[in-house]
């Protein structure tokens, strides 16, 4: 191999490391490092098609950067795709990504499921609320995390914004009551442990 290659690699390699060692949550939060925790460790969102029709599509894995690209390519392969179960959602590193999608998933009028211990942690309940009928099983674990907090006496400008984008993304959804305030009355910590119970209670009001 090339001596300017293995340079640049191993140059490359020590940025990293710095990075993490420096701020571990900025770089995870970066192109960069969700590259490194989504691609090179397969960590990332996919889509597999299920059945024998392939009219279904389980996502599994973090949204990141590259996933709205990812779901715009399995829906190009598999077309007939009309219902999307949320296998494993560990969560988001990219709240955008998560809004983008829900939108699509509206628009393809979709189906969603949180099937049999499922797992759909924060912004993939996005994914899930996109859902033209939603289906989730008892068993199933939903997290979802603090969009801002009371006990705080500063909120920053990208929490605000924050905010005001999921918001805006629930009424969106139709939702008939407000999430956020859900949310907020019930969440003591940093996030919230609701059951599919709680939740198809709140979606039925």
């Known amino acids: 191999m090339n001596k300017k290659i293995i340079l640049y690699l191993w140059g490359a390699i020590i940025i990293c490391l710095i990075s993490i060692s420096e701020s571990p949550n900025y770089f995870i939060h970066t192109k960069t490092g ?28 973090y949204i990141y950067y590259n996933s709205v690209s990812d779901f715009k390519c399995a829906i190009k392969k598999f077309p007939k795709a009309k219902t999307l179960i949320l296998d494993t959602i560990p969560g988001s590193f990219d709240q955008n990504q998560s809004i983008i999608l829900g939108n699509m998933i509206r628009v393809l009028n979709m189906n969603t ?31 979802i ?33 407000n999430f956020i305030e859900y949310i907020e009355e019930n969440q003591p910590l940093s996030q919230l442990i609701i059951t599919a ?3 198809k209670n709140f979606l039925s009001r």
């Open 145 to 177: 995390p603090a969009l801002n907090s009371r006990e705080r006496l500063t909120v920053t400008v990208e929490e605000q914004r924050n905010r005001e984008q999921q918001e805006y993304y629930y009424q969106k959804m139709g939702l008939k009551h």
């Open 34 to 61: 969700q590259f490194v925790t989504c691609r090179l460790l397969n960590q990332g969102l996919t889509f597999k098609p299920k059945g024998k029709n392939r009219d279904t599509l389980t996502a599994k894995g």
């Open 197 to 199: 119970k709680e939740l």
């Open 113 to 143: 499921v949180i099937p049999k211990d499922g797992i759909v942690y924060g912004c993939g309940i996005n994914l899930f609320l996109a859902g033209n009928n939603r289906m989730v099983h008892d068993s199933c674990c939903i997290k």
